[in-house]
């Protein structure tokens, strides 16, 4: 069964580092999102992304973070300048299609800590 | 702001027991729900959802959901449980047809065998 990828598991930075949070979506999906849980909170959506630009995004998602499909299979998010904060796990899904009607397929998430 | 409510946070059952999960939601326009369950060191993994029809929804493994509309919920069942259903549960919703899911905290639940 096809399945959402990502890497790394796990990430370990110095604040103020840039990082690169990578993810392989399931081949024939179009439509791309990130979520990210902090520990003991809520899975929180950060970023939606159809057709190579960004279709929805939350208060959470500031200059800081920026994302890109820069082929044809990874789709990728960045943290330019990394906070203690930014201390998460970070979730990549996909859908096949737009909307609530189609399901969001998770990836197992990547532990980012930042030091 | 739209908000999705857990009230449990850890629940522990012995098999064989009843599985009620709360889960309610504060937006008062159109709403799909789901449930979505993380078994350990795994994927979060969509188990029922629901968006129009029949409140009550059948979902994998046994799982059922009723979507209450006076009562702003949608709670989880499950009439026997099994040591294999300890997992962390997720209720999460979407608002208005975007594309994008609010989630609940999370539930643990930890089965006995």
């Known amino acids: 069964e096809p399945e959402v990828t990502q890497t790394p598991s796990h990430q370990v930075t110095q604040m103020g580092q840039e990082v690169i949070l990578r993810c392989v979506p399931i081949?024939?999906?179009?439509?791309f999102y990130w979520y990210r849980q902090i520990l003991g909170q809520k899975v929180e959506f950060l970023v939606s992304f159809y057709n190579n630009e960004i279709s929805e995004k939350s208060e959470i998602f500031d200059d800081q973070f920026s994302v890109e499909r820069p082929d044809g299979s990874n789709f990728t998010l960045k943290i330019r300048s990394t906070k203690l904060e930014d201390s998460a796990m970070y979730f990549c899904?996909?859908?096949?299609?737009?909307?609530?009607?189609?399901?969001?397929?998770f990836g197992p998430g990547t532990r980012l800590t930042v030091l | 702001a739209q908000s999705v409510s857990q009230h449990n946070h850890h629940v522990i059952l012995s098999e064989a027991a009843s599985l009620e999960l709360g889960c309610n939601y504060s937006y008062g326009g159109t709403v799909n729900l789901f449930w979505y369950v993380q078994y350990p060191g795994q994927h979060l993994q969509l188990l029922l959802k629901y968006f129009s029809g029949d409140p009550l929804v059948k979902g994998i493994k046994g799982f059922e959901a009723e979507f209450i509309k006076s009562k702003f919920s949608f709670n989880l069942r499950k009439p026997s449980v099994q040591w294999s259903d300890t997992a962390e549960y997720f209720c999460a919703v979407n608002v208005g047809g975007a594309n994008n899911l609010f989630f609940g905290t999370g539930t643990r639940l930890t089965v006995i065998p």
């Open positions: 081949s024939n999906h179009l439509y």
């Open positions: 899904a996909s859908s096949a299609l737009a909307g609530s009607y189609n399901e969001q397929f």
